[in-house]
């Protein structure tokens, strides 16, 4: 991972970003011209619900992964993840904790 330029990181990032917001984009205006509407009570509740269960899930893996850094630093000495990575990781697994539960509530049915 190191043998790769920061600007190509940076690039990749930048147009990973870029590309996924068209695609929210033109899936709001399709959803607008087909009458859909962007906000309803379901949908409020379901992000709602997906939202607290993402940031309990975050929260709870963050504190399993501070309590498994620490004590493999009392341990061994070294660290298991380095501060920036521990970071990431949070954050990606409360991301993708969110997206799939709310994907999971969307396709659910009755809620």
Do not use: H
């Not at 399709?30 to 619900?49: A, H, V, W």
């Not at 893996?61 to 630093?73: D, P, T």
């Not at 949070?90 to 396709?107: D, E, K, M, P």
């Amino acid at each position: 991972m190191t043998n790769i330029p920061w600007f190509v990181v940076s690039g990749g990032i930048l147009v990973t970003t870029v590309l996924i917001g068209i695609f929210v984009f033109w899936k709001m205006l399709k959803d607008r011209r087909l009458g859909f509407p962007l906000k309803d009570e379901r949908t409020q509740k379901i992000t709602g619900t997906a939202a607290t269960y993402a940031f309990y899930i975050g929260s709870y893996f963050m504190i399993a992964l501070m309590a498994v850094n620490l004590l493999n630093q009392e341990f061994t000495g070294v660290p298991l993840l380095e501060t920036g990575y521990a970071l990431v990781l949070s954050v990606l697994v409360q991301s993708l904790a969110f997206i799939g539960i709310q994907a999971y509530l969307n396709r659910k049915g009755d809620f």
